[in-house]
T-cell receptor, first 114, second 113 residues
Framework: DVKVTQSSRYLVKRTGEKVFLECVQD?????MFWYRQDPGLGLRLIYF???????EKGDIPEGYSVSREKKERFSLILESASTNQTSMYLC?????????????FGQGTRLTVV | DQQVKQNSPSLSVQEGRISILNCDYT??????FLWYKKYPAEGPTFLIS?????DKNEDGRFTVFLNKSAKHLSLHIVPSQPGDSAVYFC????????????FGAGTILRVKS
C-alpha cells in the first residue's frame, strides 16, 4: 500500500515562529510537492523537488523554504509564520518520467497561525 | 495566469442522476490529465486519468472525456451517489516539464438524496 505521510494532522503556531512540516514517501518517487489549499483557490504549488537537494519554486513560494536531503523526505519551512499562512498544507509525490504521473497525497496538515 | 480552470465553484445534483464536472486548460504541452476527489480534512485521492492520445477513459461510474482541440475535459459520474459529495480537482501535467502537476480551483459537488 503506497504511502505519503505528513508528520502532523493539526498544528497551532504563534506569529513569528519557525515552523517545520515534514513529509515522507515510500514509493521511491523522484518528484515531491508541497501545495496549500484555500477555499476558492484550489491547490496552489508552493515548491517542487525533482531530486535530492534540487528544488524549484512554485506559484507562491514567498515566506517558505524547503529541504530535500534524502529522496524519501521533503520538508516545508515557514521561516517566520504569519496569520496569512493559516491553511491546509498537502504533500504529494510522483515519478518524474513516464506516462503514469499519478501523484499520491498525504493526509494534509491543518496549520493555524495565531 | 491559471493554466487549469474549473469555472463552476459548485454543482448540486439529485441522487441517481448524472454529474458533469468541467475543466479547461491553456497549456498545449499538457499530455496527461487527472481528476482527484477530496473530502474535508483529508488529502486528495486519485479518481481517474486520461492520456492526451485518448479521448475517453472509463472506470465504473466515472468517465473522463478529453477534447484536445477545445482544450477541455469533463468528468461524468453516473449514477451519482450521496457519497460522491466532495470537492473535485482537475489536474494536468506535461512529461516535458517532469510531470509537475498543475491543479484547478476545484468544484464542490453535492449529491442530494
Amino acid at each position: 500500500d503506497v504511502k505519503v505521510t505528513q508528520s502532523s494532522r493539526y498544528l497551532v503556531k504563534r506569529t513569528g515562529e519557525k515552523v517545520f512540516l515534514e513529509c515522507v514517501q515510500d514509493m521511491d518517487h523522484e518528484n515531491m510537492f508541497w501545495y496549500r489549499q484555500d477555499p476558492g483557490l484550489g491547490l496552489r504549488l508552493i515548491y517542487f523537488s525533482y531530486d535530492v537537494k534540487m528544488k524549484e519554486k512554485g506559484d507562491i513560494p514567498e515566506g517558505y523554504s524547503v529541504s530535500r536531503e534524502k529522496k524519501e523526505r521533503f520538508s516545508l519551512i515557514l521561516e517566520s509564520a504569519s496569520t496569512n499562512q493559516t491553511s491546509m498544507y498537502l504533500c504529494a509525490s510522483n515519478f518524474r518520467q513516464g506516462m503514469n504521473t499519478e501523484a499520491f497525497f498525504g493526509q494534509g496538515t491543518r496549520l493555524t497561525v495565531v | 495566469d491559471q493554466q487549469v480552470k474549473q469555472n463552476s465553484p459548485s454543482l448540486s445534483v439529485q441522487e441517481g442522476r448524472i454529474s458533469i464536472l468541467n475543466c479547461d486548460y491553456t497549456n498545449s504541452m499538457f499530455d496527461y490529465f487527472l481528476w482527484y476527489k477530496k473530502y474535508p480534512a483529508e488529502g486528495p485521492t486519485f479518481l481517474i486519468s486520461i492520456s492526451s492520445i485518448k479521448d475517453k477513459n472509463e472506470d465504473g461510474r466515472f468517465t473522463v472525456f478529453l477534447n484536445k482541440s477545445a482544450k477541455h475535459l469533463s468528468l461524468h459520474i453516473v449514477p451519482s451517489q450521496p457519497g460522491d459529495s466532495a470537492v473535485y480537482f482537475c489536474a494536468a501535467s506535461a512529461g516535458e516539464y517532469g510531470n509537475k502537476l498543475v491543479f484547478g480551483a476545484g468544484t464542490i459537488l453535492r449529491v442530494k438524496s
